[in-house]
């Protein structure tokens, strides 16, 4: 699944392509990807066609894209939730996407052959296509509203986000609220990274990463981690994140590429995801991959001890 470095690659490839794009039309190919949507897929159609898209932003693993309407209100069709009030009354909107799995986000000459997985196209005046392909259809898109962040005065994020965290490379992350809440919690350590109130855009891979460099159990108790072993585990999950995004992700298929089409390379790298049988880069100890919730976690079984008392 896609995380935060592959979503913030594929948010600064649409921020050098597609800002002040107008779309001329919205082919809605398969109403799953946009199943959430309030009115449907016509609904989409409607309040995106026309829309002028502006700086993509970012929250943890979701992207968004704010529209700028036309001043004198022709185009889009009023949202299907917001009360009937003047033009000057409505929350702005923007265009929300979340990869899910397998999700991409490609922008082409629209004379480009139609990839089978693909399942929204956004046709810009242009003459070129933002196209959403998704092979598992566990992505979404949805035109929502900006409402005011939670924790940022005069900031907006989209609803559908507004329940997150900030991530942990955001300049205004609270480290040390973060330690408390973190040392608050009575659950497994990898538990605890996953929850995206806490701090979002942590996945499965990132945070085997920062547990392996970090010599911590996945399992290890949130209360009895020390707050400079906290502070260091946080240190590394930046550290991970940062590396992969500046060699554009992981990828480990076809499944996940940027807006150009292209695989980032971060998998080269992997201490500890995905590395089952393979010796540990730090003590030689064949990697080791377990069952979690209904995933995997990967560990050095010398370097990461399993705790006495685990949580998972």
């Known amino acids: 699944m896609p995380e935060l470095p592959e ?14 794009a107008r779309v001329a039309d919205v082919a809605v190919l398969h ?84 990839h089978p997985h693909t399942r929204v196209v956004a046709a810009l005046e242009d003459g070129r296509d933002l196209r959403f392909v998704d092979m598992r259809m ?32 955001d300049p205004g992350f609270d480290e040390t609220a973060w330690v408390e809440r973190l040392r608050a919690r009575k659950t497994g350590l990898k538990r605890a990274l996953l929850d995206q109130t806490l701090a979002s855009g942590i996945g499965n891979i990132y945070a085997d990463e920062a547990l392996w460099r970090s010599r911590l159990h996945w399992a290890r108790p949130t209360e009895t981690l020390p707050r400079a072993a906290a502070r260091e585990l946080l240190g590394h999950v930046r550290e991970v994140m940062a590396s992969s995004m500046a060699s554009g992700g992981t990828s480990f298929d076809a499944l996940y590429v940027d807006v150009n089409g292209e695989s980032g390379y971060y998998d080269r790298s992997l201490d500890a995801y995905g590395q089952e ?32 008392r685990a949580r998972v």
């Open 7 to 20: 979503v913030e690659s594929v948010r600064r490839g649409l921020a050098g392509l597609v800002v002040g």
């Open 138 to 169: 566990f992505g979404r898109l949805d035109v929502d509203e900006l409402v005011p962040a939670p924790d940022v005065v005069g900031d907006t994020v989209p609803a559908l986000a507004s329940h997150i965290g900030r991530d942990p490379l």
């Open 277 to 308: 049988g393979r010796p540990c880069r730090r003590c030689g100890t064949a990697v080791v991959r377990e069952a979690w919730t209904n995933r995997s976690s990967f560990r050095c079984p010398l370097c990461q001890p399993r705790p006495r």
């Open 31 to 114: 109403p799953r990807l946009v199943r959430h949507q309030p009115g449907g897929p016509a609904a989409f159609a409607d309040l995106l066609r026309g829309a002028v898209l502006q700086a993509p932003r970012r929250r943890g693993k979701f992207l968004w894209l704010p529209l700028e309407r036309d001043p004198a209100g022709a185009g889009p069709a009023e949202h299907p939730d917001r009360a009937e009030d003047g033009a000057e009354d409505r929350a702005e909107d923007c265009l929300v996407v979340h990869l899910g799995m397998s999700g991409q986000v490609r922008v082409l000459d629209r004379a480009e052959p139609v």
